[in-house]
C-alpha cells in the first residue's frame, strides 16, 4: 500500500509498506540538478551534493560513516541532470536510525575547507578517468552536441577547472539554495515500515524547512551537430540521436513504444540487425532520454576498427525501413504487454519501488495509478510509432559523437543525405487530437503481500536437481549447468561462453531466431544467460504462470539439444552484387565485440591480470571470454563435443521461483528429463593458488588501477562468512579502514576497497586500489600495515558494523525473483544441500573476533597476486616489483612514516 502526505512547507512523504520484508529503502530527492546551473557553476550542485558527507554540525565524516552503516548499506548520493538524491537501505528495525543520519548529511553539512579540498582532487580524478574512457567520452560529447551552449549540454560534474576553482562559500551558497525550496523535496519509503513512523521522522527533520519551489526549466533547443575523435581504443563508440518529446509531452509515450519495439531485447530488429546478422557490436542499445524541457533518441554502440561505415549505415537504414513499412500489429501488441509487464516487475526490489515513487512525484507531482500508464500504452497505435520514426529522420538534423577508430566513418553530407533519403516521399496521417484526460486523485497502490517463501529440493535418479521457492510476484525459470571455463583446455579456452551464445542460436523445436521472439514476443518475458569459471546459466523471467512448462521447454533444449550449427557461429558465406563470395558473419564476431568492448576498459583488465597471477598456469586463470585467435579458431564440432561431455543430467538444476507449486515442476521436468542418461564428466579441477605481480600499462588508464590478492575459500567453506566480514571491515563502505586510512587521512589513493570472489574449487580475498602511480608504492604499504594492525585493535563494533551489512546485503539478494533463485541454485549447485538466507545470517551471526583475526592471518601469509595497470609512460621506478610487495607485507620495508599531505593544489 502506498500513502501520500504534503507536509505544511511543501515537503511530500510517499511510503509503500511491505510488511516482512525485513529492509526499508529510504530516499530524499531534490527537483535541483545540472539543467539549474548556469554556465560559470556547471558542477556546483554535484560537488555540494558530495561534500555533505564530510561532516555535520554533530558527526564528523567518520562518525557519519560508522552511524550509518551500523545500521544501513553506505550512503548513496548523485546530481543528475534535474535532480539530487540521498539514499540508503536498512535493515527494518534500525530504519529510523538511519533515516535520521540521512537528514543530518542532507540538512547540516559544515562543509570543511580542507576536507571539501579533498572531495574536490576525487572528483577531478574522476572526470579525468572519464575522459579516458571510450564510451563514457562519447556519450558527454553527445550531450554537448545535441544541446550546445545549454545547461542539459554540460556534465552535471563540470570541468577540472571549475571543480578546481569552487570554494567553500561557493558550496554553502549551493546548499542554502537547495533547502530553501522546500516544495522541491519527497522522501520516499519502502518496505517493512508504518507510514505513520516514516511521515513523523520527515516532519520532525524536514518539517521545520521553509520557502518555496523553483519554477519550470525554461525549453532547451536540440542544436544537432557532428563530434568526431579519433584514437587508438579497441573500439569506436558512436551515439546517433534526434530531437525527441520532453518528459511531459503527451507524444512521449508513441517515443517509449517505438523504443521498446526497435531495442526491447534480444528478438528486437535493432538487435538482429546489428549483432545477430551483421556482428557488428555485442550490447546494441537506443535510448529515449526524456528531460522536463527536452528529449533526445539516442542509438549507441560499441563497434570494432573499420566497422563504423557499415554500422551507421544498418542503423539509419533500419529507421527508414520502419519508418516506411512499421511494425506488425502482433510486434505492438506483444511489446506493449512486454514493456506493461516490466514496469510491473519493476517495483518487485523496495529499493526500485522507493526509487520510482520519488521519480513520479518529483514530475507529475504523483504517484501513478497502475493502470494510468498501461492505458496510455494500450491507445497508441501503429501510425503512432511508425510516425516516430519518419519524425526523426525527416529534418536530416541528428547529433553525433564518435570516439574512437575514424576508419570508414562517413562524412557529415553523406550521413545527413542518408538519412533523408529514408523518408523521401513517405506521409504517415497526423495523429487525431484527442481531449485531453482527467487525472484521478491517486490515493494508493495495492502491493500483492508476498507467501512465505518455502524453498524445496528434488532430485531425480539419474541426478538433476530441481529447486522451487513459492511466494508472490513474476514467475523465473532457469537451468544451472555445473560447466565454466576452468574445465577447458587451451585449444577451448572460451568454448564454454562461446557456447552459451550458441544455444540462443536454435535448437530441434526453436529454430535460429525464434528463441527470443517466443520468449520476448509471444511470452513477453525476457530471458538471459551468464558464464563463470565454474558455471553457465540460462534464464527466462517476468513470466506469467501460465508460462511454466514452456519456458521449462526451451531452457532444457538449450541445455541438452542446441544446435550449435556452424554457420550460425561463423556465418554463411555471402555472394555480393558482383559475384564475390565474402565471409559470412556469425556469433564469434559478436563474442570478438564483447571481447573489444573489455580491452577498453582498465578496471576489468585489472582483475582479470590478478586472476592470472593468482593462478597462473591453470584453467582459473584464463580469461572466461577467450582469446581472438583461439575463438575463431573453434568450430562447432569442438562446441558441440564439449557441451555433449559436460552437459549432462547429473550436472544440472532447474529452478523455478514465483507462483509455481514443487510438485508440478517437478512432473514436467521428471517427464521432459528424467530419462536422460547421467555421465561421467570430468570433475571440476581444483586449481592452486600461486601468486605473483605483473605490471600493464593502459592508454584508457588516468590513475594506477590496483588488485592485490591473497588465497581465500571456495562457495561453500564455513570460512567464507569471516572473510566476507573481513572484506567490510578493511575496506567496505565509508566507515572501512582502508577508506579511512588511505583515502580520508593519508589521501593516498583516490578509491580504496576489499572483498572476495568465490568459487566452487577456489576463493580469493582482494584489496582494490585506485591511486596516483607515484603514490602506489605508499598505498601498498599502508595496505599491509592496517592488515598487521588489526589482530590487536579490532573491535566488536567493527564486527557488528559488518554482520549488519552483510546481512542487509543477504536480504537484498534475496528480494527479486529473479535474483533469488539464482542465489538459491548456485548455493545448492556448490554446497549440494539447501542453502536459506536464513542460515547464511546464523552464520555471520555466530562470527567472533577470534575468526576474523584467524582469516586476516592467512590473507597476511599467503603470497600476493598483485595487478598493476598503469597509465602509459608511468615510471617503473615508482611500480614495487614482487619481491618489494613481500617486504611491504612483511613490515620489512624501511622508510619515513606515512604522513598526511598538504591539501593539494589543483592545477588544470
Do not use: C
Not at 553506505?74 to 537528514?103: C, G, H
Not at 576553482?165 to 546548499?175: E, I, P
Not at 504487454?337 to 520519488?358: H, L, W
Not at 543430467?649 to 532447474?654: A, D, E, R
Amino acid at each position: 500500500m502506498v500513502k501520500t502526505l504534503l507536509l505544511q512547507n511543501g515537503v511530500r512523504v510517499v511510503t509503500e509498506q511491505r510488511p516482512g520484508t525485513g529492509t526499508v529503502a529510504i530516499q530524499i530527492s531534490i527537483k535541483s540538478g545540472g539543467v539549474d546551473e548556469a554556465a560559470a557553476e556547471s558542477g556546483l550542485t554535484n560537488l555540494m551534493q558530495e561534500a555533505t558527507q564530510t561532516g555535520t554540525a554533530t558527526r564528523s565524516r567518520d562518525q557519519i560513516a560508522l552511524d550509518i552503516e551500523a545500521k544501513a548499506s553506505p550512503i548513496e548520493s548523485r546530481t543528475d541532470m534535474e535532480t539530487t538524491m540521498f539514499r540508503t537501505k536498512a535493515l527494518a528495525r534500525s530504519a529510523p536510525d538511519a533515516f535520521n543520519v540521512l537528514a543530518d548529511v542532507l540538512l547540516n553539512p559544515v562543509f570543511n575547507a580542507d576536507e571539501l579540498e579533498q572531495v574536490k582532487e576525487q572528483i577531478i580524478q574522476g572526470i579525468k578517468q572519464a575522459e579516458k574512457q571510450p564510451a563514457a567520452a562519447a556519450g558527454k560529447k553527445y550531450m554537448e552536441t545535441a544541446f550546445a551552449g545549454q545547461s542539459l549540454g554540460r556534465p552535471t560534474t563540470g570541468t577540472t577547472q571549475q571543480v578546481a576553482a569552487y570554494t567553500t562559500g561557493d558550496v554553502k551558497r549551493k546548499h542554502a539554495e537547495i533547502l530553501s525550496r522546500p516544495g522541491d523535496i519527497i522522501v520516499s519509503f519502502a518496505g517493512d515500515i508504518d507510514p505513520a513512523v516514516a511521515e513523523k521522522l520527515v516532519q520532525d527533520t524536514l518539517g521545520q524547512l521553509s520557502g518555496g519551489s523553483k519554477a519550470p526549466n525554461a525549453t532547451a533547443r536540440f542544436t544537432a551537430g557532428d563530434y568526431r575523435e579519433d584514437n587508438a581504443s579497441n573500439q569506436v563508440n558512436i551515439n546517433l540521436g534526434f530531437k525527441a518529446p520532453n518528459g511531459l509531452d503527451p507524444d512521449r509515450y508513441d517515443v517509449t513504444m517505438f523504443n521498446a519495439l526497435l531495442s526491447g531485447g534480444m528478438s528486437a530488429p535493432l538487435f538482429q540487425e546489428l549483432r545477430v546478422k551483421r556482428g557488428l557490436v555485442y550490447t546494441p542499445q537506443s535510448s529515449f532520454w526524456q528531460y522536463e524541457n527536452a528529449g533526445t533518441f539516442v542509438i549507441s554502440n560499441g563497434t570494432g576498427k573499420g566497422k563504423a561505415g557499415e554500422l551507421l549505415t544498418a542503423v539509419v537504414e533500419l529507421l527508414g525501413r520502419i519508418a516506411r513499412e512499421g511494425f506488425t500489429q502482433e510486434q505492438l501488441d506483444q511489446a506493449r504487454e512486454s514493456v506493461i509487464r516490466s514496469v510491473r516487475d519493476g517495483r518487485e526490489s523496495v529499493g526500485s519501488a522507493a526509487s520510482i515513487n520519488a521519480g513520479q512525484v518529483l514530475k507529475y507531482g504523483r504517484v501513478l495509478a497502475p493502470g494510468e500508464f498501461e492505458q496510455k500504452l494500450r491507445d497508441i497505435t501503429l501510425d503512432d510509432v511508425r510516425r516516430v520514426a519518419v519524425n526523426l529522420l525527416k529534418e536530416g538534423e541528428f547529433a553525433l559523437s564518435a570516439v574512437g577508430p575514424q576508419e570508414t566513418m562517413p562524412t557529415s553530407a553523406d550521413l545527413k543525405e542518408l538519412i533523408t533519403r529514408q523518408v523521401a516521399g513517405i506521409v504517415v496521417p497526423e495523429k487525431p487530437a484527442k481531449p485531453p484526460g482527467v487525472a484521478g486523485v491517486f490515493n494508493a497502490v495495492a502491493q500483492e503481500t508476498p507467501v512465505a517463501s518455502s524453498p524445496q529440493v528434488t532430485v531425480l535418479q539419474n541426478g538433476l536437481k530441481i529447486i522451487t521457492v513459492e511466494r508472490a510476484g513474476p514467475l523465473s525459470v532457469g537451468g544451472w549447468v555445473g560447466a565454466g571455463s576452468d574445465h577447458e583446455t587451451a585449444e577451448l579456452n572460451g568454448a564454454t561462453h562461446l557456447n552459451e551464445h550458441m544455444m540462443f542460436r536454435g535448437t530441434p523445436s526453436y529454430p535460429s531466431g525464434t528463441i527470443d521472439k517466443t520468449v520476448e514476443g509471444e511470452m513477453g518475458a525476457g530471458l538471459n544467460a551468464y558464464t563463470t569459471n565454474d558455471k553457465t546459466v540460462y534464464y527466462i523471467y517476468s513470466l506469467l504462470p501460465e508460462h511454466l512448462e514452456r519456458s521449462l521447454n526451451i531452457v532444457g533444449e538449450m541445455i541438452f539439444k542446441a544446435d550449435i550449427a556452424q554457420t550460425e557461429l561463423a556465418g554463411a558465406p555471402v555472394t555480393l552484387p558482383d559475384g564475390s563470395v565474402v565471409p559470412g558473419k556469425g556469433e564469434i564476431e559478436a563474442v570478438i565485440e564483447e571481447l573489444n568492448m573489455g580491452r577498453d576498459k582498465p578496471g576489468r583488465i585489472a582483475y582479470q591480470v590478478m586472476m592470472s597471477q593468482a593462478y597462473a598456469g591453470s584453467t582459473h586463470g584464463e580469461t572466461v571470454i577467450g582469446t581472438e585467435p583461439v575463438l575463431r579458431a573453434m568450430t562447432a564440432d569442438m562446441l558441440r563435443a564439449y557441451r555433449d561431455e559436460y552437459y549432462s543430467s547429473n550436472n544440472v538444476i532447474f529452478g523455478a521461483v514465483g507462483p509455481v507449486k514443487h510438485e508440478d515442476f517437478v512432473k514436467m521436468v521428471a517427464e521432459k528429463y528424467g530419462d536422460l542418461q547421467p555421465t561421467d564428466f570430468p570433475p571440476l579441477p581444483v586449481p592452486a593458488y600461486k601468486g605473483g605481480t605483473l605490471v600493464q600499462e593502459h592508454k584508457a588508464a588516468e590513475l594506477a588501477t590496483v588488485y592485490i590478492a591473497a588465497e581465500g575459500v571456495p562457495t561453500a567453506s564455513p570460512e567464507l562468512p569471516a572473510y566476507e566480514a573481513l572484506g567490510i571491515i578493511m575496506g567496505g563502505g565509508f566507515a572501512s579502514r582502508l577508506q579511512k586510512s588511505l583515502v580520508n587521512d593519508l589521501e593516498l589513493a583516490i578509491g580504496a576497497g576489499a572483498g572476495t570472489s568465490e568459487y566452487r574449487n577456489a576463493g580469493t580475498f582482494q584489496f582494490s586500489l585506485a591511486v596516483k602511480p607515484d603514490k602506489l608504492r605508499d598505498a601498498v604499504k599502508e595496505v599491509y600495515a592496517e592488515l598487521r594492525r588489526l589482530p590487536g585493535n579490532i573491535t566488536e563494533a567493527e564486527l557488528e558494523r559488518a554482520k549488519s551489512m552483510l546481512e542487509l546485503g543477504i536480504r537484498s539478494s534475496y528480494e527479486m525473483n529473479n535474483d533469488a533463485i539464482d542465489a538459491y541454485a548456485v548455493d545448492l549447485q556448490a554446497a549440494g544441500r539447501l542453502v536459506t538466507p536464513q542460515d547464511k545470517i546464523d552464520a555471520i551471526n555466530a562470527l567472533t573476533l577470534v575468526d576474523i583475526r584467524r582469516v586476516a592471518g592467512k590473507v597476511l601469509s599467503s603470497n600476493p597476486a598483485v595487478a598493476m595497470i598503469v597509465p602509459v609512460g608511468t615510471d617503473p621506478a615508482l611500480l614495487p616489483q614482487h619481491a618489494d610487495i613481500l617486504r611491504l607485507r612483511d613490515g620489512a620495508a624501511t622508510g619515513a612514516p606515512i604522513s598526511k599531505p598538504k591539501p593539494p593544489a589543483h592545477a588544470a
